[in-house]
């Protein structure tokens, strides 16, 4: 090569190797070079919206990158399909900040922080956090300040997936939801594993995941603490697999509450396994309104570990707190099918087993098969099991005895 070719291949090399890259990155979309800053405080929320809308149209498996060692003040915001992409990827690596509680709330749409609607095959990775900041919410709800004027009664759901398909989420943190934390409604073939959900126990409503109109749905390998249930299953859910869970402390893992405004409930083949409740003021929980009607079918909680853990195994239906909304009702949600199967661990309820079925409707096919729960404390004497209107089998050894 003589001299003067040497600069030019070096020039043509370094113009190939833009070119390269600049191929390999064009479905990267990062939020900091749309103009966020990332430092906190600054209001991050349009350059959010500019890197959506290109990953949204972007043809072939674009990213929305969110880089790690960055907190991003994001402000309400719809992430919205349909995208061009049948497969959608947010590394979420960074973490995003919500508007600092009530006050800092800009939006007149208290129901929801972040929410992706209508998007289909989402893949969300990378070990970022969402942080709520829910404290000033908390310290002005009305559940735990009634009275307090101007006190809140809906504060926003940290993510909600609103008719989306086919989604995973994994290895995400929430911190300190103003309320729910995770939200699927008409939101169908979920995976969502390795998730940190973490609020304080005395946090109002901070529902771990909530489930509504949802098919298809694996939840796994996660921690779940908060200030309501870990895991709450809504109406019209079907094919629910909650597999290794720890939850605690908060109110455990419920189906329910179903009929509360005299609707056809419809839950069927919720199953329930490996989960450890620690200091829970539940555990397995049934609960439905007296005014609701529909059914409850197919239900499996088996191998989960009670520590301390109050009103381990409880069906409810008498679930109504609006004074004089609930009288004379000659309805009631059928439960049927219900098989609990391997638990252990420890009561801090005397009523350990509470199967508080229906007047109306009865519970059928209750299965109560290997069951050894002892007294929390030593102030709660022999633990006893309960059963109104329920009607079911027994298999192997059932402590405390079984009612049924
Ligand atoms: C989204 O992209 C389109 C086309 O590039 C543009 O016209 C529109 O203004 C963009 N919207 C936002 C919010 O950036
Ligand atoms: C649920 O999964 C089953 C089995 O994979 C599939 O046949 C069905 O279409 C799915 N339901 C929905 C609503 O996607
Ligand atoms: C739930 O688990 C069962 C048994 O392992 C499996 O057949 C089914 O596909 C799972 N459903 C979901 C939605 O993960
Ligand atoms: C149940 O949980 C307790 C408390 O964490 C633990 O000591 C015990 O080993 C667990 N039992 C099983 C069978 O996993
Ligand atoms: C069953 O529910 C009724 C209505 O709330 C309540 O009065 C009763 O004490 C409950 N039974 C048990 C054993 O908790």
Redesign the pocket.
Known sequence: MDSLSIPYAICLLSLLTICVCANGNSNLFNVLSYGASGDGTTDDSSAFTKAWNDTCKATSNPTLVIPQGKQFLVRQMIFAGPCKSSTIQVQLSGTILAPDGPDQWKATDLSTWLAFQGVNGLRIYGKGTMDGRGKGWWDRSCKYHPGLQGCITLAPTSLRFQKCDDIKMTDISFHNSPQTHVLLLGTQNVDLGFLNIQSPGTSPNTDGIHLLFAT???IHDSNIADGDDCISIGDKTF?I?ITDINCGPGHGISIGSLGSAGESAQVENI?VMRVNFRETTNGARIKTWQTGRGIVQGVTFSNLNFTAVANPIIIYQYYCYRPNACKQTKTGVHIKDVTYSGLIGTSKTEVAINLNCSNVVPCTGITLDNIRLASATREIGQLTSSCNNAHGINRGTIQPESCL
């Open positions: 298809n749905v694996s094919n697999n199953n």
